[in-house]
Protein backbone atom coordinates (compact mmCIF):
# COMPACT_ATOMS: atom_id res chain seq x y z
CA UNK A 1 0.00 0.00 0.00
CA UNK A 2 1.40 3.52 -0.86
CA UNK A 3 -1.03 6.15 0.51
CA UNK A 4 -0.96 9.88 1.62
CA UNK A 5 -2.28 12.79 0.61
CA UNK A 6 -1.76 15.31 -2.14
CA UNK A 7 -1.96 18.60 -3.23
CA UNK A 8 -1.74 19.92 -7.02
CA UNK A 9 -0.39 23.26 -7.17
CA UNK A 10 -0.97 22.52 -11.16
CA UNK A 11 -2.30 20.66 -13.08
CA UNK A 12 -0.07 17.75 -14.45
CA UNK A 13 1.86 18.40 -18.21
CA UNK A 14 0.62 15.04 -20.07
CA UNK A 15 -2.43 14.53 -21.88
CA UNK A 16 -4.64 11.41 -22.53
CA UNK A 17 -2.26 8.37 -20.82
CA UNK A 18 0.68 9.80 -22.88
CA UNK A 19 3.23 8.76 -20.56
CA UNK A 20 4.24 12.18 -20.75
CA UNK A 21 2.21 13.08 -17.52
CA UNK A 22 4.03 13.60 -14.10
CA UNK A 23 5.15 10.76 -11.80
CA UNK A 24 4.52 10.99 -8.13
CA UNK A 25 6.14 8.01 -6.99
CA UNK A 26 8.49 5.75 -8.88
CA UNK A 27 11.46 3.54 -8.56
CA UNK A 28 14.46 3.19 -11.24
CA UNK A 29 17.88 1.19 -12.23
CA UNK A 30 19.99 3.06 -14.14
CA UNK A 31 18.77 0.83 -17.53
CA UNK A 32 15.74 2.95 -17.18
CA UNK A 33 13.74 0.01 -15.65
CA UNK A 34 11.36 1.91 -13.46
CA UNK A 35 7.87 1.44 -11.71
CA UNK A 36 6.25 4.34 -10.69
CA UNK A 37 2.51 6.04 -10.12
CA UNK A 38 1.97 8.44 -12.44
CA UNK A 39 -0.21 11.56 -13.27
CA UNK A 40 -2.02 13.05 -16.36
CA UNK A 41 -4.50 15.46 -17.44
CA UNK A 42 -7.48 14.61 -19.60
CA UNK A 43 -8.43 16.85 -22.17
CA UNK A 44 -12.00 16.61 -20.98
CA UNK A 45 -11.81 18.16 -17.50
CA UNK A 46 -10.18 15.00 -16.05
CA UNK A 47 -7.35 13.49 -14.54
CA UNK A 48 -5.93 10.23 -14.95
CA UNK A 49 -3.55 8.35 -12.43
CA UNK A 50 -1.81 4.93 -13.67
CA UNK A 51 0.39 2.16 -12.97
CA UNK A 52 3.52 1.58 -14.56
CA UNK A 53 6.23 -1.43 -14.23
CA UNK A 54 8.59 -1.59 -16.69
CA UNK A 55 9.15 -5.34 -16.53
CA UNK A 56 5.27 -5.46 -17.23
CA UNK A 57 4.24 -2.74 -19.79
CA UNK A 58 6.93 -3.68 -22.22
CA UNK A 59 8.05 0.00 -22.69
CA UNK A 60 4.33 1.50 -23.61
CA UNK A 61 5.35 4.05 -21.20
CA UNK A 62 1.84 5.25 -20.45
CA UNK A 63 0.86 2.08 -18.19
CA UNK A 64 -2.24 0.88 -16.80
CA UNK A 65 -5.04 3.60 -15.97
CA UNK A 66 -6.21 2.99 -12.72
CA UNK A 67 -8.16 6.08 -11.82
CA UNK A 68 -9.67 9.43 -13.00
CA UNK A 69 -11.02 12.40 -11.17
CA UNK A 70 -12.57 15.22 -12.24
CA UNK A 71 -9.99 18.16 -12.08
CA UNK A 72 -12.32 20.54 -10.19
CA UNK A 73 -12.12 17.65 -7.20
CA UNK A 74 -8.57 18.11 -6.46
CA UNK A 75 -6.83 20.70 -8.57
CA UNK A 76 -5.64 22.92 -5.18
CA UNK A 77 -7.75 20.70 -3.38
CA UNK A 78 -5.73 18.19 -0.77
CA UNK A 79 -7.02 14.66 -1.52
CA UNK A 80 -6.00 10.95 0.04
CA UNK A 81 -4.55 8.65 -2.72
CA UNK A 82 -4.05 4.93 -1.78
CA UNK A 83 -3.22 2.38 -4.60
CA UNK A 84 -3.10 -0.94 -3.19
CA UNK A 85 -1.64 -4.15 -4.36
CA UNK A 86 -3.77 -7.27 -3.33
CA UNK A 87 -1.55 -10.27 -2.14
CA UNK A 88 -3.91 -13.06 -3.30
CA UNK A 89 -4.11 -12.57 -6.90
CA UNK A 90 -1.61 -9.40 -7.63
CA UNK A 91 -4.53 -6.57 -8.27
CA UNK A 92 -3.75 -3.06 -8.13
CA UNK A 93 -6.51 -0.74 -6.51
CA UNK A 94 -6.95 3.14 -6.62
CA UNK A 95 -8.86 4.64 -4.10
CA UNK A 96 -9.44 8.74 -4.02
CA UNK A 97 -10.81 10.11 -0.88
CA UNK A 98 -11.80 6.29 -0.26
CA UNK A 99 -13.72 5.90 -3.16
CA UNK A 100 -12.30 2.84 -5.86
CA UNK A 101 -11.93 3.72 -9.19
CA UNK A 102 -14.10 2.11 -11.74
CA UNK A 103 -10.54 1.18 -13.28
CA UNK A 104 -9.67 -1.23 -10.77
CA UNK A 105 -12.85 -2.75 -8.93
CA UNK A 106 -12.83 -5.77 -10.97
CA UNK A 107 -9.35 -6.71 -10.70
CA UNK A 108 -8.56 -5.57 -14.28
CA UNK A 109 -4.81 -4.41 -13.19
CA UNK A 110 -2.84 -7.60 -12.41
CA UNK A 111 0.62 -6.72 -11.57
CA UNK A 112 2.77 -10.22 -10.23
CA UNK A 113 6.59 -8.87 -11.22
CA UNK A 114 7.05 -5.92 -9.10
CA UNK A 115 10.83 -5.32 -8.84
CA UNK A 116 13.17 -3.78 -5.75
CA UNK A 117 15.30 -2.39 -8.30
CA UNK A 118 17.48 -1.48 -4.52
CA UNK A 119 17.83 2.18 -6.08
CA UNK A 120 16.00 5.13 -3.80
CA UNK A 121 12.90 5.80 -4.10
CA UNK A 122 11.81 8.92 -5.80
CA UNK A 123 9.10 11.05 -5.22
CA UNK A 124 7.33 13.70 -7.46
CA UNK A 125 9.31 12.37 -10.53
CA UNK A 126 9.57 9.48 -12.80
CA UNK A 127 12.12 7.87 -15.08
CA UNK A 128 10.06 8.62 -18.08
CA UNK A 129 7.37 10.83 -17.05
CA UNK A 130 8.02 14.67 -19.32
CA UNK A 131 8.00 16.47 -16.18
CA UNK A 132 8.04 17.01 -12.33
CA UNK A 133 5.07 16.84 -10.49
CA UNK A 134 3.87 20.32 -8.82
CA UNK A 135 2.42 20.08 -5.75
CA UNK A 136 2.85 18.76 -2.38
CA UNK A 137 2.95 15.53 -1.10
CA UNK A 138 1.68 14.91 2.87
CA UNK A 139 1.66 11.65 5.51
CA UNK A 140 2.63 9.54 3.03
CA UNK A 141 3.04 5.97 4.03
CA UNK A 142 4.34 2.64 2.52
CA UNK A 143 3.40 -0.59 3.76
CA UNK A 144 3.94 -4.25 3.46
CA UNK A 145 0.44 -5.06 3.96
CA UNK A 146 -2.97 -4.00 2.29
CA UNK A 147 -4.69 -1.88 4.31
CA UNK A 148 -7.85 -1.59 2.15
CA UNK A 149 -9.71 -3.74 0.14
CA UNK A 150 -11.65 -3.73 -2.71
CA UNK A 151 -15.30 -4.13 -2.17
CA UNK A 152 -15.86 -3.89 -6.09
CA UNK A 153 -18.04 -0.79 -5.74
CA UNK A 154 -16.67 2.44 -7.47
CA UNK A 155 -20.07 4.34 -6.13
CA UNK A 156 -19.19 4.79 -1.69
CA UNK A 157 -16.48 4.84 -0.14
CA UNK A 158 -14.50 1.74 0.59
CA UNK A 159 -13.12 3.33 3.55
CA UNK A 160 -12.60 6.99 5.15
CA UNK A 161 -9.19 8.90 4.62
CA UNK A 162 -7.41 9.54 8.03
CA UNK A 163 -7.80 13.04 9.31
CA UNK A 164 -5.24 13.07 11.67
CA UNK A 165 -1.75 11.93 10.83
CA UNK A 166 -0.31 8.43 10.91
CA UNK A 167 0.55 7.07 14.56
CA UNK A 168 4.60 6.83 14.99
CA UNK A 169 6.38 3.82 16.59
CA UNK A 170 9.58 4.70 18.67
CA UNK A 171 9.59 8.36 20.50
CA UNK A 172 10.01 11.50 18.92
CA UNK A 173 10.79 13.41 21.81
CA UNK A 174 14.61 12.15 21.73
CA UNK A 175 16.68 14.67 20.87
CA UNK A 176 20.70 13.90 19.86
CA UNK A 177 22.86 16.56 20.64
CA UNK A 178 24.97 18.46 18.03
CA UNK A 179 28.75 17.07 17.70
CA UNK A 180 31.25 19.21 19.73
CA UNK A 181 33.71 19.45 16.98
CA UNK A 182 33.62 19.96 13.52
CA UNK A 183 34.43 15.99 12.81
CA UNK A 184 31.72 14.60 13.92
Not at 13 to 27: A, F, M, Q
Not at 66 to 89: F, K, M
Not at 130 to 159: C, E, M
Amino acid sequence: TIEGWIYFDTMPSGTGNSGNGDGLISKYNTSGSQWAIQVDNQNSGYTNFNWYNYDKHNNSYSGSGIGSVTQSDIYQNWCHLAVVREPDNGSIHCYVNGVESIFTINDQVIDNNIIDYNVPLYFGYGYYQGTDFDGLIDDLRISTVARYTSVGIATTATFTPPTQAYATSGTLTVTTDPPGDKYG
